[in-house]
Every structure is written in structure tokens, then in C-alpha cells.
């Protein structure tokens, strides 16, 4: 649940706000009353939210990734080495 601030108490508390964003991984939602509300995100979190909204806007990417995501809930799947799978995708480095 995000945490609701005002902008005025944003701003006496900001370097505590951006530690619990940081650390708890909270969202601040800051109110401000001459314009819409702003978020504070961790940027990890940000670059982790625009990363999969990317991998799921190819709808054929989003059911393969579900796919998969189904599969190893149900277990359906074979373990593999990360240098069988390196091979199979032609990811082999010269040796």
C-alpha cells in the first residue's frame, strides 16, 4: 500500500522518504494541490516495471512469457545447466 504524503510534509521529510523507498521498498505518493499527484519510486523498481511492460507488449512475447511462467508452476520442465542452455540458444563463448 503506498504511503500518502502531502508536498509540504514531503518536503521536511524528503531525505527520510527517499531512505524508505530505498530501503523498504516503499511508493510515496506525494499530493500537491496546484497539480496532479507524483509518485517516488526506487529507480531499480522503475527500470524493473519498464522492463516488463516491454516484454509484454508483443502479445505472441506476453503468451510465451505466461507460457513459460505456467510450465514452471506446474513443474512441466527439465532442469538445465546454464551451459547446455548457453549452447542451445547460441550463446557459447570461444574457447
Do not use: K, W
Not at 44 to 49: A, C, M, R, T, V
Not at 85 to 95: A, F, H, P, S, Y
Amino acid at each position: 500500500m503506498p504511503v500518502q504524503t502531502t508536498y509540504t510534509q514531503a518536503c521536511a521529510r524528503l531525505a527520510a522518504l527517499l531512505d524508505d523507498v530505498v530501503n523498504n521498498r516503499d511508493i510515496v505518493i506525494i499530493q500537491r494541490r496546484s497539480g496532479e499527484d507524483v509518485a517516488l519510486i526506487a529507480a531499480d523498481e522503475l527500470q524493473s516495471l519498464l522492463e516488463t511492460v516491454h516484454l509484454l507488449r508483443s502479445s505472441a512475447n506476453a503468451e510465451r512469457l505466461l507460457a513459460a511462467l505456467t510450465r514452471a508452476r506446474q513443474r512441466n520442465g527439465t532442469p538445465q545447466s546454464i551451459d547446455d542452455l548457453r549452447r542451445e540458444v547460441g550463446l557459447v563463448e570461444n574457447e
